[in-house]
């Protein structure tokens, strides 16, 4: 092996075009440990923070980014129980925050932060997908406990994460329900599995009732806090909502009384981890891509380290719906 490899290393905020190749050491690997041979990355909302300097305390320069990744194991550290060459993917648990990240030729993990895979998909569409899956199937299962036949609402639908968690619903055999406020991405949308669009404004109580008019069974909210009210109302008792995101920013609900909330419906969060999406089901939904019975929306994809600037500015000024994914060839 080399003893260098090129990498995005950042010592401060930079704009995108800040985001250079450089030549850096290549990381050895301790006990429990992987180190992974990097193939594909998706571009996340939170990288673009932490490039900006605007990320949490958790969160300090120098720093590789990229808080997933899929690649082939090349080495391992004692005690890890995973062949060279094993396909996975990892995401999260610290990833481009409190360690350095994918936007490099390798990275170095905890054994127990991989999951390891097989398929024949391109590496540009498994890149796409850690990150977002892990969100969608644990806001669905964990969030939710979604059931077969359940109706259903994705509040914010064309979000990377909502169009996948359409997806993964209507793979569960829920009748999704999902909304945007561009009437124009309709078809898209029932394209990756939604039964029922809605445009998100004034009408959309009235039309989400005339769906489900004894109350929806469950509903995932991505677009914002403030207006988990009006989603609760339009649950029934014993049905549940999960707040996941808030497009908006906004994060509370202003003068919030637990009285709000209606009798018998249940309200929760999810900010889960890359454990709540286990190999058996990365794996199903793996299948179920390269079969062509549930969808995913990429939305550009970028060959090579030196294009992860343009990706950047991509992902600010570029309203294309989709995940944005980065592909490293080999050297």
Request: proline share 6%; glycine share 10%.
């Amino acid at each position: 092996m080399p003893e260098t490899m090129q990498a995005i290393r950042l010592t401060g905020p930079v704009p995108p075009e800040g985001l250079t190749v450089t030549e850096v050491p290549l990381p050895a690997v301790a006990a429990g440990q992987v180190r992974i041979r990097v193939r594909a990355f998706g571009i996340n909302e939170s990288e673009v923070t932490s490039r900006k300097g605007e990320s949490g305390p958790d969160f300090s320069f120098p720093r590789v980014l990229g808080i997933e990744a899929v690649g082939v194991v090349d080495a391992i550290g004692d005690g890890v129980d995973l062949p060279i060459g094993q396909k996975v993917a990892t995401m999260m648990g610290g990833l481009g925050r409190t360690i350095d990240g994918s936007y490099a030729e390798h990275t170095v993990v905890d054994a127990a932060n991989t999951i390891p895979f097989d398929t024949h998909l391109d590496w540009g569409v498994v890149g796409a997908l850690p990150e977002m899956l892990q969100t969608a199937h644990g806001s669905l299962t964990t969030g939710l406990h979604l059931q077969t036949g359940q109706q259903v609402l994705i509040h914010g639908g064309t979000s990377t994460v909502g169009l996948t968690a359409i997806a993964i619903a209507h793979h569960l055999g829920a009748t999704v329900t999902a909304s945007t406020r561009n009437p124009a991405r309709a078809d898209l949308m029932r394209h990756v599995g939604a039964d029922h669009v809605v445009i998100d404004d004034d009408t959309l109580p009235v039309a989400v009732s005339a769906i489900a008019p004894h109350g929806l069974d469950a509903a995932l909210e991505f677009v914002s806090a403030a207006v988990l009210p009006d989603v609760l109302a339009l649950t029934r008792s014993g049905g549940t909502v999960c707040f996941v995101g808030a497009l908006s920013d906004e994060w509370t609900i202003p003068n919030f009384s637990p009285f709000a909330i209606p009798n018998g419906v249940h309200l929760t969060s999810y900010a889960g981890e890359a454990a709540d999406l286990s190999a058996d089901a990365f794996g199903r939904y793996l299948d179920a891509i390269e079969s062509g019975t549930m969808h995913i929306v990429i939305s550009d994809t970028y060959t090579g380290l030196d294009q992860v600037a343009a990706a950047h500015q991509d992902f600010g000024s570029n309203h294309r719906v989709g995940k944005r994914v980065v592909v490293i060839p080999t050297r």
